[in-house]
C-alpha cells in the first residue's frame, strides 16, 4: 500500500487538514510558593470519580484536565482553556496549579504521598498496585496526552483508492499500526523540540538511579515513567499486539491493560480483544513533557505541529515486521531525552531532514499551517537555547527551576483570577451564558455548543439532555409564555386581569399615531418605550412632562428598536428586579441608573470616561457592567436637568445620565433580596405565575419597602422579561453574590446532589 501516492491524489486533498483531537493535561496542584498541597480534591468540583472535565490521576493532588473530542484545533484549545478557569477557581486562592512535568518537592518519606482518595475502591487498589510495583514518586511525574483521529473522510477516500484489503476496520487498523511504528522510532524528534523536564526537584529519586542533570527531558528517557524492560509488545500486526498485551497481563508483568505505557497507544475500544473487529479508532500521543511557558501546559503550535508530524510519519516508509526498529527508536529517543539542554542533538542533519519534509507535504497537500511553524523549528535546531528545556534551563540559571515554575505558575493564577466572572476560550459568548457554563463544567455537566453567535447550547448529565439558549431560555417556559412576556401589552393586560397594577397607558403602531396622542400624556408624568425589546433600549422616561421637541425624539427613538411602542403613566417610587425561578425569589435587585458623582474639576464627559476605566465595565453584556454611553438619549436626560457633556458637577453631586435604571445600558447593580419583605417577593412570584413562566425577571416599582403592597398604589409592576441577565445578580456592584446560573443547572437536573 503506497500511502505516499496515495496522499498525493487530488480527492484526497480535501479532507488531509481535518482530524479530531482532545487533550489530557496532568498537573500537581502546590500552594503559592510552590509546596505541595496537603488538601483534598476541591470539594466545589462535583461528580466525584465520573466527572467528564476535571479528575485526580494517582495522587489527590494530580489534578487531570480532560477535554471531549473537538474537530478544531481552536475548538481545542478554547475548551481547554475554559477546562483550566474552573480547575483553577475551583482549588481557591491559595494554591496553584505546578507548570513542570517533573513535580515540585515530594515529601521525604514516600508513604506521604496521598493516593487519590477515589470513590471506586478497584481504581484505589490499581494505584495501590502502580505504587507497589514502580513506587509513589514515579507516579507523580505528570505531562500531556494528546489523543489524535484522522478523519473518517480522509480515512475512507484513501481506502477507496486501494485495493489490498475490503474490510475498512482492518484498513484503518493497519493506518494506525503503522503510524505508531513510526512514531515510536521518531519521536525523538519531539522529544528535541518540546522536551521540557531537566532537572527533578528535592526528593524526587529517593534510592533510585539518577541521570547527569541537566537533560532535555527526564520525563521521556529511562529515568521517567516507563515499564519495566521485561514488558515487550509487538506493532507489527493487530492479532500479534493483541497477544503481547494480553500475555504482559496474564504473566502479572502489566495489572491492567492499560498499565502499558508506550509512546503512542492504540485506543477506542475498552478491551484490546475488541480490535480485532472494531478496529483502532484513534491514537494517544504520550511522551509529551508540559510546555511551562504555556498556561495550557501545551500551545497551539505543538498542536499544529503534531498533526502534520503524523500526517508525515503515515506516509514515510518504514520496517513492518521488524520490532527492533521499535527498540531502535526507544534507544534513540534516550539518547537525545538525556542531552544537554544546550547541546545540539547528534540526530541535527535528520531533524532538518524531517523538518524538510514535513513543510514539503505540507506544501504539496496544501496543510495549512502558521506561517513560520517551519523556520521555528529549523531555527530551534540550529540553537537549541530556543527549545522548551533550553529554554527553562536559561532561565532556571538565573535563580533555580524551582524559583521560576513559582512564578511562572503565579504569573497564571494571576491571570485566571484576574477576571473571575470570564470563561477564557469564550469571552466573546453572553456573559452569564459564560457563567452557566463554567458552573457546568463544574458540576460535570458536558456543554456542546450548537451555535456559538446565538449562545444554543446542549447540556448532557448521564442520558439526561437540555438545551438551553442566552443561559435561562430553556424547555422548561412555554413558547406561549415567552411570547407573552415578549410582549409588553399582552403583559400588562395579562396582569391587570388577574388583580395586578400595572401602569395604564396605550399602544401606538406609527409614528403619527404616537404623536398625535401628545396632549394625552404632557402634562403628566409619563414613559415611552418599545413594545417588545429587552436591556433597557430606546426607553426614555419624563417625570415631570416634556415638550412636543423632547416627546417627537422619544418616539422616534423607541421606533427605531421596534415596529411598535407604549406610551404610560410613569410609576413612582424605586424600581426593583426579582429573579423568579420555579414560583420562587431567589434574587432582587436594586439597579441605580447610570450616573457619574462630580468633582468640581472634570465634565460630565470626562467624568464618564474615568468611571468607564472599571474593568468590570464593557459592552454587550461580556462584562458584569456596562459601559455608560453618551447617546441621544443620555444627552436627552442631562438636558433635562440643565446639564451638557460639557457642564462641571459640583463636588459630590451626583448626576444621572438615564432615568432607566438597566445594569445594560450603564446602570449600577446592589443586591437587595435580604431586605425585600415575603410579602412582595410573593406578589413577584405570583405574577410571573400568572404568565405562565417558570424562569423570570420582573420588574416591580415600589414607593416605600414599609408600607404593606396590600396598600393602594404600593407597587406597580412595569414588565417581565423573559431572558433576565444573571451575572447581575451574581456579580453586583454592591451586596451579595446570588449564583443563579448554579439555581438554573440544578432545576434543570434534578438528580445533581
Known sequence: ???????????????????????????QRVDLSGNLATTDHPAAIGMGDEHPYIQRDFSETQMELITPVLDTLDELFNCLSSIHDVAYRSMGKEEMLWPLSMPPALPEKEEDIVIAKLNNSENVLYRRSLANSYGRRKQMICGIHFNFEFSDDLLRTLFDLQSETDDYHRFKTDIYLKLTRNYLYYRWLVTYFYGASPASEENFYGCDDRPNEPVRSIRSSRYGYRNHDDVAVSFSTIQ?????????????????????????????????????NDGVRYVEVRNIDLNPFETNGISYEQAEFLHIFLLYLLQKDEDPQNDEWGHAGDARNDAVALEHPLARTQFEAEAYELVNGMEMLSKELDFPVSESLFDDLRERIADPSKTLAGRLYTESQKSSQRQVAVEIANETHTKLWEKPYELTGFTDMELSTQILMYDAIQLGISIKILDRHDQFLELKLGDHVEYVKNGNMTSKDTYIATLIMENKTVTKRILHDKGFRVPLGDEFNSVEDALRAYKLFAKTPFVVKPKTTNYGLGISIFKDGAGYEDFEQAVNIAFDEDSSILIEEFLSGTEY??????????????????????????????????????????????????????????????????????????????????????????????????????????????????????????????????????????YGIIEANFNPSMYMHIYPYKGTSRRLTTDVLHYLFPELT
Open 240 to 276: 500479534k499486539y493483541i497477544e503481547d498485551l494480553t500475555s504482559a497481563v496474564n504473566r502479572g508483568q502489566l495489572v491492567e491493560e492499560k498499565e502499558f505505557y508506550t509512546a503512542m497507544r492504540l485506543r477506542g475500544s475498552e478491551q484490546v480483544a475488541e480490535f480485532i
Open 577 to 714: 428586579r426579582f429573579f423568579v425561578l420555579q414560583d420562587k425569589v431567589l434574587a432582587v435587585m436594586l439597579r441605580v441608573p447610570a450616573n457619574v458623582t462630580g468633582d468640581g474639576i472634570h465634565t460630565i464627559k470626562e467624568l464618564v470616561t474615568e468611571k468607564n476605566r472599571d474593568p468590570l465595565r464593557g459592552t454587550d453584556h461580556r462584562t458584569p457592567l456596562e459601559l455608560i454611553q453618551l447617546g441621544e438619549l443620555e444627552i436627552l436626560m442631562l438636558k433635562g436637568q440643565g446639564y451638557q457633556l460639557d457642564s462641571i458637577p459640583a463636588d459630590g453631586e451626583i448626576v444621572y445620565l438615564r432615568e432607566n435604571s438597566n445594569v445594560s445600558t450603564g446602570g449600577d447593580s446592589i443586591d437587595v433580596t435580604d431586605q425585600i419583605s415575603e410579602e412582595y417577593k410573593k406578589i413577584a412570584a405570583d405574577a410571573v405565575a400568572a404568565l405562565g413562566a417558570k424562569i423570570s425577571g420582573i420588574d416591580l416599582i415600589i414607593d416605600d419597602l414599609d408600607v404593606p403592597a396590600a396598600n393602594p398604589g404600593a
Open 1 to 27: 500500500m503506497d500511502l505516499k501516492k496515495m496522499l498525493a491524489d487530488e480527492r484526497v486533498k480535501p479532507y488531509v487538514s481535518k482530524a479530531r483531537y482532545g487533550i489530557e493535561k496532568e498537573g
